[in-house]
Every structure is written in C-alpha cells, then in structure tokens.
C-alpha cells in the first residue's frame, strides 16, 4: 500500500479532541465584573494557574477568560509527553544554569510526582502512566552524543541496539539513552477537560469564548463585557501577548502530527513496545511518537514551521506535503508495519524562545504576572510555571523564585524580516548537520557562543 493510501482517510482532525467525552462550551462573558484574579488564557498554564490558586489561597474569587474553549490550543492536540524537565532537556539547563541544575532538576520531578498525585485524586481519566521515555540514536553520531549525555545525567541508561530492539523494534535504531523515571505519557486534552473540571468545582469562573482585546489599569476588556482584577495572570503563550513587549520574547511555530488506526495485536507483537515509552530520536529535527491506550501510535514533529511575521492561521495545521512526509519516515521506521492507515491529522502552534524553555515575569507594579516560551515541552511543566505566577503576583519568595532560570529572561528575537531569515537559515543548518554526522557549520557554532537558538 503506497503511503498516500495510508493517508486517504485521515481526518483533519485532532485524534484527542475527537472524543464523544469532551464537554460542552461554557458560556461567554457578558456584561462588567469583579474578582481577586483573573486568568487569560484557559490552556495548561491557565487552568493550572486557577487551580493551584484555589488551592494555594482557597478564598480567592478566581475568573478564567479563554478564547475558544479550554484546552482548544496547544494543550489539548500536543503529543502527550509529560516531562519532569524544566528546561527543555538536561542539556539545555547544564548549557545555561549549571550551578543550579540540580536543584532544577529536583523540582522538576516533585513537579511531575504532584501532576500524577493531582490526576490520582481527583480521578482524572487521562490514562496517564510513567512509562519513561526512550531517545533513539539513528545515525552513528547518536551513539557519541547519547553516551556523553549519559555520562552527565542521572538516571540515564546507554542500550545498545540490541537491548533497544528488544525494547521497541526498528532497523533505523542504533542504540538509545533510556530514562525510565523522567516522563509520563497522557491524553493531553483529558488532562485539561480534568483540570477545567477540577476548577468549576473549586467555584472557579469559567467564560469560554471570551476573547480579551485589551488589558489596561487592572481591567481585561473582552467582545462583550470587561474584568476588573486585583491580579492578572497571563497565560496566551504562543498567541500574541496582552503585554506588547513580550511580542518579541516568543515567536509561534506549527509543528504537524499523524495518528494510526489501533494496532491490531499481531502488528503491536512486531515492534514490542512492551513497556510503552515515549520516543524520540536524538536528531536536531526529531520526531517523536508513543501508543496510545487503545494502542494508536502517534507520530509527529520533525518539521517546524513558522510563517513570516509570526502568522497564526487555522488553514497551516494541514500540509499536504509534510503529513506525507511524515508517513513516508514513520514506514521507514516500522516497515513491519506497512498496511496501517492513518485515522486522523493535525497540527498545533507552539511558542518558542530564543533559550528553548519558558521565562517568567511581572508588570504592572506585579500586578500582573505570566508565563510563556515552553518551547513545546510545557505539558508538565505549565504547573511549575503556574506556581511562578502566584508566587509574583502574592508576593511569596520561593526556591522558585530564587532561581536565577526564573529571574533572568531570555534574548528576544529580530524582528522581521531577520526574524524568518533567521529562523529559516537555522532550520536549514540543522538538517545540515543531521545530514553529515551532527557537524555544526558556522551559523550554529555562532548561536551556540551567544546562547541562541532555535528549537521546538
């Protein structure tokens, strides 16, 4: 079967926001009112922020102003990766808070423990499980990278290509670091259909499909009525800031994704996948994949795309070209594997900043307080950030707050037309180098000296 076969039946739809379980629309803002805090934004930093608030300072009269419906956005069509990292990888947090990774890395993971304690208690039905998560080395380069990376971080394992394909069965696999403690996978719209739950019943006010044109003196002006606040919360991410100066801090990217018809149990027996990791693999253009609970696999990434002048448009989650793409290399990773047809296909806009992970700050005497840069790694880390903003907005100094990753932001980028030039040239200087044995040309060796970059 050719791979546009595959692919003639695949919905352009997002296999989790597919679900007959999804609840129904809240109703709009209408008219002025009052609260302590008032949250724009009703993704995972959002709802996040309103639940922690509740049960940080359970008195608080709490309003949460979402665009579209709770967890509509990058929170409910992401790939369900639930990592204890808070900076993008450890690579990325030893490259700029080395002094203090360790103590990161520590509450990253009591993060993760609490999302799972969270999930537990108030019985959100998101399948959500520690599987751990395996980066697979494709190219003989990998294996260098992998084994230095294991040398530095704890808890990571080196498998040969023997013990990888026990693990999960391809022939483009090397090797690969095994971190069995670092990630847990879930279904991403579920957690945020729990979370908005979670709140209404914590008396949180929901108003969905109230977009906020205008912050101003304390007061969120919407369509159709207007907030007025004590504290703000910030939580748009890649969507254009409230805050204009942040405008430059971010820039949003599409990345696109495929999701198989259920494997039936003699296909699942022909790659294993026993124990149900998570996937990635370790080039610079990456994808990343995982089973789902009736044994999907989702496979994504590898492609970012951003449009000139920081574009977001519905009509970019589809792209003939690279869904196709993407399915011609998800059979050259599982040819065992070839019949499978794809059911649905999506795309999703995230932001990224100039250091690959989220930054954090204040305006407004601290009266308003945000979050935003995730780079495609916030589905855990959102509560983290949540927990910053109350921590600004109420004033309260924590390990968190005194961690230099939290008061130091990153380098914003150019603007255009640098900003797509440079974004593209990047793009481009990362395959090249994925193409000849991970070398670096002089664009990438630059970024790498200033701390720059360019990721997803």
């Known amino acids: 079967m050719s791979v546009r076969a595959a692919l003639v039946d695949a919905a352009p739809e997002v296999l989790w926001l597919d679900d007959p379980s999804a609840p129904d629309p809240l109703p709009p803002l209408t008219g002025p009112i009052t609260a302590d805090l008032a949250i724009v934004g009703g993704g995972y930093t959002g709802l996040w922020t309103a639940l922690r608030a509740k049960e940080r300072f359970p008195n608080l009269d709490v309003v949460l102003l979402e665009a579209n419906t709770c967890g509509s956005a990058a929170s409910g069509r992401n790939g369900g990766f639930c990592d204890a990292s808070l900076t993008h990888g450890y690579g990325n947090g030893l490259a700029r808070w080395p002094d203090e990774l360790a103590t990161i890395e520590r509450l990253g993971t009591e993060n993760l423990d609490a999302i799972g304690a969270t999930i537990a208690r108030l019985g959100i039905d998101c399948d959500w499980r520690r599987t751990g998560e395996l980066t697979v080395a494709t190219s003989p380069h990998h294996l260098a990278e992998l084994a230095e990376e294991v040398a530095r971080r704890p808890g990571a394992v080196l498998l040969d290509q023997d013990a990888v ?3 999960l069965d391809s022939p483009t696999y090397l090797g690969a670091l095994s971190d069995p403690h670092s990630t847990a996978l879930v279904e991403p719209a579920r957690l945020a259909w729990g979370l908005r739950q979670a709140c209404l019943d914590l008396g949180v006010r929901i108003y969905e499909y109230t977009r906020v044109t205008a912050l101003h003196s304390g007061r969120l002006t919407t369509v159709s009525g207007s907030v007025r606040a004590s504290r703000i919360a910030l939580a748009t991410n890649a969507f254009p800031s409230l805050l204009r100066r942040l405008r430059l801090f971010t820039v949003p990217v599409y990345d696109l994704v495929l999701a198989s018809e259920p494997l039936s149990p003699a296909q699942l027996a022909s790659i294993g996948w026993q124990n149900r990791q998570g996937v990635g693999d370790a080039s610079n253009l990456f994808h990343y994949y995982r089973l789902t609970r009736d044994n999907r696999i989702i496979w994504g990434g590898y492609t970012p795309l951003y449009h000139f002048g920081s574009r977001i448009n519905p009509a970019y989650e589809q792209r003939d070209t690279i ?12 040819p065992q594997l070839e019949g499978l047809r794809f059911t649905h296909r999506w795309g999703g806009v995230i932001d990224t900043s100039t250091r690959f992970c989220a930054f954090f700050g204040t305006a407004h005497a601290g009266r308003t307080a945000y979050a935003l840069g995730y780079t495609g790694l916030g589905v855990a880390a959102t509560r983290f950030g949540a927990d910053v903003i109350l921590d600004h907005l109420y004033r309260e100094t924590t390990e968190r707050t ?9 380098l914003p980028f150019p603007p255009e037309p640098i900003r797509a030039a440079g974004i593209h040239l990047t793009r481009w200087s990362m395959s090249q180098a994925d193409a000849h044995a991970g070398h670096r040309n002089l664009w990438l060796r630059t970024l790498d000296r200033l701390g720059l970059g360019f990721d997803f």
């Open 165 to 167: 394909r026990a693990e």
């Open 323 to 334: 869904h196709t793409m993407l399915a011609e290399h998800f059979f050259t990773t599982f």
């Open 402 to 410: 005194a961690l230099q990753m939290v008061r130091t932001q990153p």
